[in-house]
């Protein structure tokens, strides 16, 4: 997909912290689990048309377990949002 993937806890938190205008989208979870990859089709679909108010972005939290404990990520796919 073309969803931009941050690749490190660094990345995750600038993307939260300098994104001042617009929604900040993150999925959470396994790039290849079943259940990311329809997630991942879903946002995939809808990032044009959210584009004005809201960036997108996914986290393989195998990768960047960071912040499984901090947001309790259990879960196989989470999308959560951030706005300040």
């Not at 939290?61 to 947001?71: A, G």
């Amino acid at each position: 997909y073309m969803l931009k993937h941050l690749d490190s806890a660094w990345e995750v938190d600038r993307a939260i912290l300098c994104e001042e205008e617009r929604l900040v989208v993150i999925r959470f979870g396994r790039d290849h689990d079943p259940e990311c990859i329809k997630m991942d089709e879903v946002l995939y679909k809808i990032e044009h048309q959210v584009s004005r108010f809201a960036v997108i972005f996914l986290v393989d939290n195998k990768q960047v377990p960071e912040f499984n404990t901090m947001y309790e990520l259990y879960d196989p796919c989470t999308v959560m949002f951030f706005f300040r």
